[in-house]
């Protein structure tokens, strides 16, 4: 992914030939690839309006881009995979994005061009908006049971003193429905497994003699069972521990266990039965949602362009795709090929950021044309 410019000039003559001469400079300095970006004759309304309009697209296109790299970067979360993977579902209309772009073609169904410009301009609002709170609404119910299942998954993993113990005890490691004696689970150092066997019938009273066996083992020790009277449990953990052996605080419940099991099982269903629908819907709304974008900056640059160069409409709009480590170069033979439109700006605001009345240029630069930027570089999954 990259940067793109999105730049505007008058129509006129003199301004079609230093189109040619940029298209002809950059080519042969190497410097960019440059397209036409052809936007349709709209309804441009009054002065008023379009400058009121200009503030309200400025704003519009800072949200449709924050909406735009949430959906790529949930893409790239819902996938788990490499980034090459999930950067393959980031497409318009079925192609690449570079393509849409450098061969825009306005959508006349979705955005008809005899509506006024406000009227589209909140149709892409309400849109950007609905896509938004939809990517909320399936984003927290998927990653609720993406964040349940891990937090099973992590109890299947780890230490045999804290990880559960669903997966490797069964009913008959256990005496139960027993008024007297009860079965403890105990965690012991693989180092100490000798002295285990030596000193558990004697650690307290009533422990059943050759009760113990191991029933799971991992690279720190081994899981044992003992069996004794339940009056002496607490004596008998006391001394466990001066011992450096641990009884787990568990207790047999095949219910509670069934139950653990089941869910981790619905849970895997659930995000199974989730993940193909939700990969589906985010990739037809980042198409939408940037097919929105790219509409967006051609209403920004067609109220720009009126404002800045008047009426009747005419303006030719380029897009360029700067070649990396030329874009200062780039910028330089822009300002100087169209300088003749702005002589004053071109001569006292050199990357300035001004602000002019009438223009949606707070804070940002302001050259001697239109332009606006496409910054990629936030849905690239490597940057």
């Known amino acids: 992914m990259s940067e793109f410019w999105l730049i505007a000039v008058p129509g006129d003559k003199t301004n079609l030939a230093a189109l040619e001469r940029m298209n002809t400079v950059t080519a042969k300095a190497n410097l960019s690839e440059n397209a036409k970006f052809i936007i349709p004759d709209l309804k441009v309304g009054t002065l008023d309006a379009l400058i009121g309009l200009s503030d309200d697209l400025g704003k519009l296109d800072v949200y449709a881009e ?19 993977k999930a950067q393959e579902n980031l497409l318009a209309n079925g192609v690449d994005l570079v393509s849409y772009m450098t061969r825009f073609e306005w959508d006349m169904a979705k955005y008809p061009v005899k509506q006024p410009l406000k009227n589209l301009t909140d149709s892409l609002s309400k849109q950007m908006s609905q896509i938004d709170t939809d990517l909320k609404t399936r984003a927290h119910m998927y990653n609720n049971i993406k964040t349940n299942l891990q937090s099973l998954e992590r109890k299947t993993v780890g230490s045999l003193l804290t990880r559960t113990l669903a997966d490797i005890v069964h009913k008959e490691d256990f005496v139960l429905n027993s008024e007297y004696l009860i079965t403890l689970l105990v965690v012991v150092p693989k180092t100490s497994y000798i002295a285990w066997q030596k000193t558990y019938e004697s650690l307290s009273d009533m422990v059943v003699p050759r009760s113990t066996k191991m029933i799971a083992e991992d690279s720190d020790g081994g899981l044992f069972t003992v069996t004794l009277f339940r009056k002496v449990i607490e004596d ?59 509409h967006i900056k051609a209403l920004r640059v067609f109220v720009e362009s009126v404002l800045r160069y008047g009426l009747p409409v005419n303006f030719q709009a380029v897009i360029l795709h700067p070649y990396k480590k030329s874009m200062k170069r780039l910028r330089d033979v822009l300002n100087a090929i169209f300088r003749h439109l702005d002589e004053a700006a071109a001569a006292n605001m050199k ?30 999954f490597d940057s």
């Open 236 to 294: 008998f953990k006391a001394k466990a521990r001066e011992n450096k052996f641990m009884v787990r605080e568990f207790f047999f419940d095949e219910k509670e266990l069934k139950l653990e099991k089941e869910e981790m099982i619905k849970l895997e269903a659930d995000k199974k039965q989730q993940y193909g629908p939700l990969l589906r819907w985010l990739k037809v709304n980042f198409s939408e949602s940037f097919i929105a974008w790219i």
């Open 66 to 84: 924050s909406v735009i790299k949430k959906i790529a970067q949930y893409i790239g979360e819902v996938m788990d995979d490499s980034a090459e």
């Open 351 to 380: 990357d300035v950021g001004m602000d002019i009345p009438g223009l949606a240029l707070n804070n940002q630069e302001y050259y001697p044309y239109v332009s606006f930027k496409i910054d990629l570089n936030s849905l690239d």
